[in-house]
DNA sequence: CAATGATCATAC
DNA sequence: GTATGATCATTG
């Protein structure tokens, strides 16, 4: 078992070592197998690096460092860099949302520091050859803030206007939302058209591929 | 062939 | 069902 990192560097140093390395690698140092397939188990590359990197095991609505304010993320891409996928950041609240402010939000509160660790992906790739790459910490500078900050309340002004049935991924210009469920059977409360109580499927904040696409970019100076 | 909408595993 | 971790797979 690996203990909690204590300070913003030990966590970065810690995830810094694993750049290099093979999925296979670190999952045998943690006595893990590899799976062969990531259809049955899709979030195994990001429990592998909460394991590998200490944090805190769970399923609860906040960071994976609470005590360092630090969200941890994995993110594919291709040889080029570029993200195989959009990022899911959290669930989205369908009800009791009147006066909810964007500072306030899970989304916000999630994205405002993030230590990412690409995965060089690809999806004829072997689960056990995908490489780690750099991690890197980011923070929303003051155009990404806005950006993130203007889909989220544009999402969420349709949702407490009832319209959370016409919302489709294309709402948002660096934030979606989409389905975010076991299946299209799944269903919450939301509010209705006619500002009745209706069950819809449960919803979902992600980062559009473009955005973390820039964010990569920048980093790395591609 | 990228993007959207759907789905998988697991803990509680 | 909600929330975590995401990727799958059909569609436009």
């Not at 810690?14 to 290099?20: I, P, T, W």
């Not at 291709?78 to 959009?86: A, D, Q, R, S, Y």
């Not at 520091?113 to 995965?119: A, G, N, S």
């Not at 939302?177 to 209705?192: D, E, F, H, M, Y």
Request: a positive charge.
């Amino acid at each position: 078992m690996i203990n909690r990192p204590c300070n913003e560097q030990q966590l970065l140093d810690r995830a810094q070592a694993l750049a290099g390395l093979t999925l296979a690698q670190v999952a045998t140092d943690l006595n893990l197998t590899v799976p062969q397939t990531l259809r049955h188990h899709k979030g195994w590359i990001g429990n592998l690096l909460e394991l590998a990197l200490g944090a805190t095991a769970g399923s609860k609505p906040q960071q994976d460092f609470p005590e360092l304010g630090i969200e941890l993320k994995s993110i594919p891409i291709g040889i080029n860099g570029k993200p195989l996928e959009t990022t899911y950041v959290c669930i989205t609240p369908l009800i009791g949302i009147g006066g909810l402010t964007w500072s306030q939000s899970n989304v916000c509160n999630k994205l405002k520091k993030v230590l990412w660790i690409p995965i060089l992906s690809d999806r004829s790739l072997p689960i056990a050859e995908r490489q780690i790459g750099s991690p890197f910490l980011w923070q929303p500078n003051q155009h990404e803030q806005q950006l993130m900050r203007q889909d989220w309340e544009e999402i969420m002004e349709l949702i407490a206007l009832g319209k959370i049935t016409t919302i489709t991924a294309k709402v948002g210009q660096v934030l979606q939302l989409r389905p975010k469920g076991a299946n299209s059977k799944a269903l919450t409360p939301a509010i209705g058209s006619s500002g009745e109580q209706i069950m819809t499927l449960p919803r979902g904040f992600y980062l559009k591929i473009p955005f973390t696409h820039q964010i990569l970019i920048n980093q790395f100076n591609l």
